[in-house]
């Protein structure tokens, strides 16, 4: 078993015309073949597995290649590559999306209708140019939607001010406060004091048109 040329011109191919790829080389292999297939850089994955999930048609190839130096024995080398990079880039390619707004999470189920909590991810751009993951939660009454990183709050003097925080967004709560709010949510923002305890010094009040986004998992 030998570990692939990262440099090899055929696992360039491999990579960037998968489509191609498997259309040229279209019968499968036995699975003993497949499995004796390594990723690159020497760390060992049945191809198997990783195709069943992501990319089945990179390994539908031809049994009959003769070993040799052609650039269809390459592609066949690199099939599990192929596999393996057609999955991990089609996850970390997921966009963000605009899927609705704050007052359309469902209070009770902390869902957008349509857009599953199991195969979507939400955000919101809060002091942030990007979408920061949220999370929904519940505790006895209400829901409650939170940054799920803390960033630096309180850092207009980031010597002397900031502190480990976020945002947090409510409905239905014991406080009183989100009563106003009706379908929105109220905002507070939240920080960790000395003492590693949450304190709310204030917040922005009720929001009901906040973007949500969402991006597959």
């Not at 799920?148 to 709560?173: A, C, H, I, M």
Request: some cysteine; proline content about 7%; glycine content about 8%.
């Amino acid at each position: 078993m030998s570990k692939f040329d990262t440099q090899d011109p055929a696992f360039f191919f491999a990579i960037k015309n998968p489509r191609q790829f498997a259309e040229n080389v279209p019968l499968a292999l036995s699975s003993g073949t497949v499995d004796r297939m390594l990723l690159s850089q020497g760390t060992p994955l049945p191809c198997r597995r990783e195709a069943r999930e992501g990319a089945p048609q990179a390994i539908r190839l031809r049994r009959t290649i003769r070993p040799g130096g052609n650039m269809k024995t390459k592609l066949l080398r690199y099939a599990c590559v192929t596999a393996v990079f057609s999955t991990v880039s089609m996850a970390e390619a997921a966009p963000w999306v605009p899927c609705g707004q704050i007052r359309n999470i469902n209070m009770s189920s902390c869902e957008l209708t349509g857009r599953p909590l199991t195969q979507h991810e939400y955000g919101i751009r809060w002091n942030s140019s990007e979408p920061l993951p949220i999370a929904c939660v519940h505790w006895n009454r209400g829901a409650r939607i939170h940054n799920k990183e803390p960033y630096f709050v309180l850092s207009d003097n980031p010597k002397t001010g900031q502190r480990w925080g976020g945002f947090v967004l409510y409905q239905g709560t014991d406080d009183p406060g989100d009563d106003a709010c009706g379908s929105g949510y109220l905002h507070q923002y939240w920080f960790l004091d000395s003492n590693n305890v949450v304190s709310v010094p204030g917040g922005s009040g009720c929001q009901f048109d906040t973007q949500i986004y969402c991006r597959l998992r």
